[in-house]
C-alpha cells in the first residue's frame, strides 16, 4: 500500500495518529545523535507522523515473535518504526528496542552496498567491488566446475534461522535452485533437544512445540520456569508471567543463575548446571512414592500399562502371543488396530499397521486390548508365552529409584526437601511447566525435557487451562511455501547437520560413500559467529572449501571469512508473509516500504539471477506475489481461514485463533498409540546422517553427565568454570550487532563471574579479562555478579568478533553432541579466566 492509511480490523490508522510538525523525527533518526530523540519517541507514545506513508511491516529476526509493526516512509526514506495497535489485542500490542530502532538497522553506514570479492587472503578484509553480473557469472562458473569434478553434492546451501517468512523461513526459491542443481543443504542444529524430548513422548504432529499459548500462564497454580529467561530472552512474554505473579500464581524458576526472571519468581532454585535430569527423575520418585500419581490418566491416557518386552523392549502385542489365548473383551469384533503415523519421529517414515497391543486387566484378570481394558494394571512384571515383561510404569519407577532426593541433591546441588517441596508443588495442580533451552544445551539435552514431560504424564498436568508443559508455544508460526519449491522435484543429495561436518569432511564419506563438498552458499545464518569450536569448524570445514559465498545486509563474522558476499535486501525493501509468533496470532502481511537499498538485492532475485547464469531461468518465472501466494494455498492455516495472498494484502493482519489455545485438550496426543509414551518404543535421532544411537538409552528419561561441563570431567582440573549463555536484550542472535542507538546502550561486550571466582584470579571488576580453553579464547569485558553461580561465567552472546579485543565467544564452545538430538551444545563448555594485559 502506499498511502498514509492503513485499515486493517476495521481500524482506520489516521485517527490514531497525531499530525504535527514532520522534518524533526526524519533527521533525528536517520542521522546525527539519536538517543535523546528515541527516548522521547519512546515516552511520548504518540511520535510525530504527519504526512507519512505508513506500511505494515512485521519485525521478523529469530526472537519468535514476529511482532507487527508500522513503518513510517517520509520522503522516500524510512523514518520511523513504531508499534502496530490492533484494537482489543492487547496482547499483541508491543513493540521492543531492536523494532523501534530498524531505520537505524536499514540506514547503518555498516550495510553492505555491492557485491564484494575477496582479493586478499580469506578471512583478510581485503575486497574489491563487482557487479552484480560478474558475481552471479562467478558463481554459475564455480559451482559447475566443482559440480563436473567431485559430484553436484559438493555445493551446498547452508541457512540457519535468520528470519521469519516465507522468504526468510522457507526460502523457496533458494530451494528451487538447489533442487535443480541436485546440491546439500547444510541445516544449523539448534533448539531441538527439548523438541526432541517432549515431542518424543506427546508426538511431533502439532508442530515443533505445543504448549496453551503464553496467555494461559495466568491459569495456573503453581508456574515452573526451568531454564528460560522470560524477561530478555522472551521479552514479549514477560507481560504474561507478570500477570501470572500478580495474580497470585506460584511460581519457580530453576537456573544455575539468578536470572531478572528469577528475580520475579516467588522461588528460585540453582541447580548444578546440566543436572536438571537428576533433579526431574527425583522428583517423580517423590511423587511416584508418595502416591501423588493420577492413577486414571496414567491408565488412560499413557504408556504406563503397556507390557514391555525384556527380549527387545518393545511393547507386547497380539501378535506375540499367536497360539495363545487372550480375554475375548467384545466377541466378534475384528482386533482394534491403528496406524502408526507416517512421518512420525518416534517410529520412522513408513506407515505401518501393527498388531494390537495387550495391556493386563486387573478387571478379569487376562491380558486384553489396551482400549478394551477396563482397569489395567500400570505396575507389575509379567510372564506371557516365556516372553518377560514389565509394564512402562514399572520400568520408570526403577529407573527413578536410582535417584532419591538425596541422591539427586549431590549431583545437582539442590537440597533434597527442596525437592521433595517442588514434587509436590508438581501435582497440586493445574501446573504449568515451562522449559527454556538452557538446559537442553547439554549433551544430555532430550533428557530433562523428556523428565518433564513425565512429570505432566504421571500428575495428569496436560490439556486443560492452566496445565501444560514444553517450551514456548511454537503453533501460530508456520512455514510454508514448500509447494513452491518442489515443482521440479527434490534434491537427492543429503542434509548434512553442520555439527557433523568436520567428521564427514574429514573421513571423505557419506553414508558409505565418497563425499566432498567444495563450495557453500550461506544465507540466512552467521555460523561463525552463531556456531562453535569455530576454529575447528575454520580449520575442518571452511578451510577446504574452494568457494564461499554469504548472503547478508552488513559484514557479519562469517561474511569476512567468505570469497563473496552478496548484499541483501532488508525486511521492508520487499513484501513477506508470515504465519505468526509465539505469542502473536496474526497471520501477517508485511508490505515493501521502500526499494533496496544501494545495489541490494532480494534473496529471491539473487536466487534468480544465478539461476539465470546457470542456464535454468526457464524455472523460476513466477513473481514473489505469485510465490506467495502458491505458498498460502499450500497452507492449511491458510486455507481454514480462507486467506489468499490478496486478501491478506488487503487485511494486513489476520488472527489465526480466538480464544487461549490449550495444546492437547482433551489428553489428545499424536503418537503411534495416542497417548502420552514416556516409554519411547522406537527412539529415533531426530537428523540422520548414519550415526548409531543407543535406542535403549533413550527410551525412558535418564540422567548421564554433560559431556564437557561436569566435576568428573578430565578437563575439569585444567578448566574448572562451566560457560553458560546468556541472551541481551539489545540483540537477536548476530543481529543488529552495529545498530549505533543500540551500541550507545550496550557498548561493549560482557561476560558476569561470581566475585569470588574473579578475585581467586586477579581479575577485576570492569576490565578486560580473557576467558579461555585449549579450543581458543575471548578477551571481553569482566562484570561482577553474585547473581552467577560460584564456578560458572555467563557471557552476552553473539557478539560480532570485531568487539573483543580477542577471539570470540564461539571460539571456546564445545563441538561435541548428542548423535540422538545433533544440536548444539552451547552451555557445555569449561573455561578459566585470567587478566588480559596486552594492548589491542
Ligand atoms: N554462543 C551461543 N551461540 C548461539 C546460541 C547460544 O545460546 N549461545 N543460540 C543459538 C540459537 S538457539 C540459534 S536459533 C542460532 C541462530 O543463529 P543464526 O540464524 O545464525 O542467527 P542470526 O544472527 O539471527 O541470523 C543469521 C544471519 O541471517 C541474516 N538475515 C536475516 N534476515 C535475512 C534475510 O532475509 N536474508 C538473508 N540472506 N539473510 C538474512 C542476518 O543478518 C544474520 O547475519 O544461534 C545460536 N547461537
Ligand atoms: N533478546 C533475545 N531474545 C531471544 C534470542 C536472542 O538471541 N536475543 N534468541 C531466541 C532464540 S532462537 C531462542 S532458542 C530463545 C532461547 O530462550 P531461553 O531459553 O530463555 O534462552 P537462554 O538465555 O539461552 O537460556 C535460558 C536460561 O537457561 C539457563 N541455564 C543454563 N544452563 C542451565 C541448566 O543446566 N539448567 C537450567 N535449569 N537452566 C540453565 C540460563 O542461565 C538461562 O537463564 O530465545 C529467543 N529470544
Ligand atoms: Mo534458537
Redesign the pocket.
Known amino acids: 500500500m502506499s498511502g498514509s492509511e492503513n485499515a486493517h480490523s476495521g481500524l482506520t490508522r489516521r485517527g490514531f495518529l497525531k499530525a504535527t510538525a514532520a522534518g524533526t523525527a526524519a533527521s533525528a533518526l536517520i542521522g546525527g545523535v539519536s538517543l535523546g530523540a528515541f527516548a522521547s519517541e519512546l515516552r511520548s507514545g504518540q511520535p510525530e507522523n504527519a504526512g507519512d506513508s505508513i506500511y505494515q511491516g512485521i519485525c521478523r529476526p ?3 515473535q514476529c511482532c507487527a509493526i508500522d513503518v513510517h516512509v517520509r520522503d522516500g526514506k524510512v523514518v520511523k518504526t513504531a508499534m502496530t495497535h490492533i484494537p482489543d489485542s492487547p496482547e499483541v500490542n508491543r513493540i521492543c528496542l531492536r523494532g523501534l530502532s530498524h531505520p537505524y538497522r536499514i540506514y547503518d553506514p555498516e550495510r553492505i552496498k555491492y557485491p564484494l570479492r575477496r582479493v586478499g587472503e580469506r578471512g583478510s578484509g581485503e575486497w574489491e567491488r563487482i557487479s552484480w553480473d560478474e558475481a552471479a557469472e562467478e558463481i554459475a562458473q564455480k559451482w559447475a566446475e566443482i559440480q563436473e569434478k567431485y559430484g553436484s553434492q559438493a555445493v551446498a546451501q547452508y541457512a540457519i ?1 535468520g528470519g521469519y517468512g516465507v522468504f526468510t523461513t522457507n526460502h523457496p526459491v533458494y530451494l528451487r535452485l538447489n533442487n535443480l542443481i541436485n546440491g546439500s543443504k547444510i541445516t544449523g542444529c ?2 531441538m533437544a527439548n523438541a526432541v524430548g517432549i515431542n518424543r513422548v506427546v508426538g511431533w504432529g502439532e508442530g515443533v512445540w505445543s504448549t496453551n499459548d503464553a496467555r494461559d500462564v495466568v491459569n495456573a497454580k503453581n508456574l515452573f520456569i ?5 524477561s ?4 514479549q512474554e514477560w507481560r504474561f508471567f507478570c500477570d501470572a505473579i500478580e495474580s497470585g500464581v506460584n511460581t519457580i524458576v ?4 539468578y ?1 531478572i ?1 528469577a528475580s520475579k519468581a516467588n522461588k528460585w532454585v540453582s ?6 535430569a537428576a533433579l526431574i527423575l527425583s522428583m517423580i520418585d517423590v511423587i511416584i512414592s508418595e502416591g501423588l500419581t493420577d492413577v486414571t490418566f496414567l491408565q488412560e491416557h499413557t504408556v504406563a500399562p503397556f507390557l514391555v518386552k525384556s527380549t527387545d523392549g518393545s511393547f507386547l502385542r497380539q501378535s506375540d502371543l499367536s497360539g495363545t489365548s487372550t480375554a475375548e473383551t467384545d466377541k466378534g469384533d475384528e482386533l482394534r488396530t491403528f496406524d502408526v503415523h507416517a512421518a512420525n519421529r518416534n517410529t520412522g517414515t513408513s506407515a505401518e499397521v501393527e498388531s494390537p497391543i495387550l495391556v493386563w486387566d486387573e478387571a478379569c484378570g487376562a491380558l486384553v486390548e489396551v482400549e478394551k481394558a477396563v482397569n489395567p494394571a500400570i505396575e507389575g512384571e509379567f510372564e506371557f508365552n516365556g516372553i518377560p515383561c514389565k509394564t512402562a510404569f514399572t520400568l520408570l519407577v526403577e529407573e527413578v529409584a536410582q535417584y532419591s532426593p538425596e541422591k539427586a541433591a549431590e549431583i545437582c546441588d539442590v537440597p533434597a526437601d527442596t525437592i521433595r517441596e517442588l514434587a509436590r508443588l508438581c501435582a497440586d495442580g493445574p501446573v504449568t511447566h515451562r522449559m ?4 537442553q ?2 549433551v544430555n539435552g532430550a533428557h ?1 525435557a523428556h523428565a518433564l514431560i513425565t512429570i505432566a504424564a504421571i500428575t495428569g498436568q496436560i490439556g486443560y487451562p492452566g496445565a501444560s508443559c514444553g517450551a514456548a508455544d511454537w503453533s501460530a508460526s508456520s512455514g510454508w511455501a514448500q509447494s513452491y519449491a518442489p515443482k521440479y522435484g527434490a534434491s537427492s543429495s543429503p542434509t548434512l547437520p553442520v555439527l557433523a561436518l568436520p567428521e564427514i569432511i574429514e573421513s571423505g564419506e557419506y553414508g558409505g560413500e565418497p563425499f566432498a563438498l567444495k563450495a557453500m552458499l550461506i544465507h540466512h545464518g552467521n555460523p561463525l559467529c552463531t556456531s562453535v569450536d569455530i576454529n575447528r569448524l575454520k580449520r575442518t570445514v571452511f578451510d577446504q572449501l574452494e568457494h564461499i559465498v554469504v548472503v547478508d545486509s552488513v559484514m557479519t563474522d562469517t561474511a569476512c571469512y567468505s570469497d563473496l558476499v552478496l548484499p541483501v535486501a532488508q525486511w521492508f525493501e520487499f513484501e513477506d508473509i508470515t504465519g505468526g509468533g509465539q505469542t502473536n496470532f496474526y497471520t501477517g502481511f508485511n508490505e515493501k516500504a521502500i526499494e533496496p537499498l544501494h545495489e541490494s538485492k532480494t534473496d529471491s532475485d539473487i536466487a534468480r539471477l544465478i539461476a539465470e547464469k546457470m542456464g535454468l531461468g526457464e524455472y523460476f518465472t513466477e513473481t514473489d506475489a505469485e510465490i506467495l501466494d502458491d505458498a498460502m494455498l499450500s497452507s492449511e492455516t491458510c486455507q481454514k481461514l480462507g486467506l489468499s495472498y490478496a486478501s491478506l494484502k488487503e487485511s494486513k493482519l489476520v488472527p489465526q485463533r480466538t480464544g487461549v489455545k490449550i495444546a492437547f485438550e482433551g489428553a489428545k496426543f499424536t503418537t503411534p498409540s495416542g497417548r502420552m509414551e514416556f516409554y519411547v518404543e522406537k527412539p529415533v535421532a531426530f537428523s540422520n546422517y548414519g550415526q548409531d544411537i543407543d535406542v535403549e538409552r533413550e527410551r525412558l528419561p535418564r540422567f548421564f553427565p554433560p559431556g564437557e561441563a561436569w566435576p568428573e570431567n578430565e578437563k575439569y582440573e585444567k578448566y574448572p568454570l562451566t560457560l ?10 548476530g543481529q543488529w550487532f552495529s545498530v549505533r542507538n543500540l551500541r550507545e546502550l550496550d557498548p561493549d561486550p560482557t561476560f558476569r563471574i561470581n566475585p569470588a571466582d574473579a578475585r581467586a584470579r586477579g581479575v577485576e571488576d570492569g576490565a578486560w579479562a580473557e576467558v579461555f580453553n585449549d579450543r581458543g579464547h575471548c578477551v571481553a569485558k569482566c562484570i561482577y555478579s553474585e547473581a552467577v553461580r560460584p564456578g560458572s561465567v ?1 557471557y552476552m ?2 557478539w560480532a568478533a570485531k568487539y573483543f579485543k580477542a577471539g570470540s565467544w564461539a571460539e571456546v564452545l564445545s563441538l561435541e553432541f548428542d548423535p540422538v538430538t545433533v544440536n548444539h551444545c ?2 557445555d563448555a569449561l573455561v578459566d579466566v585470567r587478566p588480559w594485559s596486552q594492548e589491542d
Open positions: 529469530n526472537c519468535g534461522s539448534v533448539d526451568w531454564a528460560d529467561n522470560w530478555e530472552a522472551q521479552i530453576i537456573d544455575p543463575v536470572t526472571t541447580v548444578r548446571p546440566g543436572s536438571d527454556g533451552w538452557g538446559s544445551s547439554y530433562p553458560m549463555t546468556s541472551r541481551t536484550k539489545y540483540q537477536v542472535h555467563v552472546k553473539n552451547f552451555m
